[in-house]
C-alpha cells in the first residue's frame, strides 16, 4: 500500500515540476483545495483546444470563447467571483490569465491561474465529458504529460509535435481573427484617430 501512494506522490512531483516550468510567472496559481474552498465563487474556464476539451473537462468548467461571449469578465466583477482559466499544466491558461489582468488591471478582477487538469486529477479533483456524466478519461496533450493516476485513462494527440502544436496555433489564430472582427468598423479598414485631425 506504501508504494501506491509514493507512486502518487512521484508522479505529483513531476507534475508540480512541469506547471513550475510552464506556468508563466506574473499570475498566482491556484489549488483544486483553494477551488473546492471558493465553490460557485469560481468560474472554471477550459483554456485547452476543442478536442482537449471533447474528452473531458473540469465539472462546471465553460471554454475560453463560451466565457468571452457571455462577457464573464464583466459578470465576474459585478458577482465579486473569481475568474480561474486552466489547461494542462499551466502554460496555456497562464497566459489567458495575464492578459485578463491586463485587460481588467484598473476594475480589480480577480484571476488565478489553475495548475491544470493533470494535478486536479491526481489531487483526486473529478472529470466529466462531453455529456456532463463523470469520466475517467482525460486528455494529457502530449506523452511527456501523460502523468496520471492507475484509474485514468490517458488520451492525447498522435504525433504531439505537428498535430497538437497546429490544434493549438489555429484555435489561437481564430480567437485573435475574432478580437480583430471585433475590433473592425462596418464596411472594413481601421478605426480613425478620435483627435479631431480627421484624418
Request: aromatic share 6%; net charge positive; with cysteine.
Amino acid at each position: 500500500m506504501a508504494a501506491a501512494v509514493e507512486d502518487l506522490g512521484s508522479k505529483r512531483a513531476r507534475v508540480v515540476a512541469l506547471v513550475e516550468r510552464y506556468a508563466p510567472a506574473g499570475v498566482e496559481l491556484i489549488s483544486r483545495a483553494e477551488i473546492d474552498a471558493l465553490g460557485s465563487r469560481a468560474i472554471l474556464i477550459d483554456c485547452r483546444t476543442a478536442a482537449e476539451r471533447g474528452v473531458s473537462t473540469l465539472p462546471n468548467a465553460v471554454s475560453r470563447d463560451e466565457f468571452e461571449r457571455a462577457r464573464g469578465a464583466e459578470a465576474a466583477l459585478a458577482e465579486e467571483r473569481w475568474v480561474v482559466p486552466y489547461c494542462t499544466v499551466g502554460m496555456r491558461s497562464g497566459e489567458y490569465a495575464l492578459e485578463l489582468q491586463r485587460q481588467h488591471a484598473l476594475r480589480g478582477l480577480r484571476v488565478r491561474n489553475g495548475e491544470g487538469v493533470l494535478l486536479w486529477s491526481l489531487d483526486g479533483g473529478g472529470l466529466v465529458g462531453p455529456d456532463g456524466k463523470a469520466t475517467s478519461r482525460l486528455h494529457t496533450f502530449a506523452p511527456r504529460f501523460t502523468i496520471v493516476r492507475a484509474d485514468v485513462q490517458a488520451v492525447q494527440f498522435a504525433g504531439v509535435g505537428l498535430m497538437g502544436v497546429f490544434a493549438v496555433m489555429r484555435e489561437g489564430a481564430v480567437r485573435a481573427l475574432r478580437r480583430h472582427a471585433a475590433r473592425t468598423p462596418p464596411g472594413g479598414g481601421t478605426l480613425a484617430p478620435s483627435d479631431g485631425s480627421g484624418g
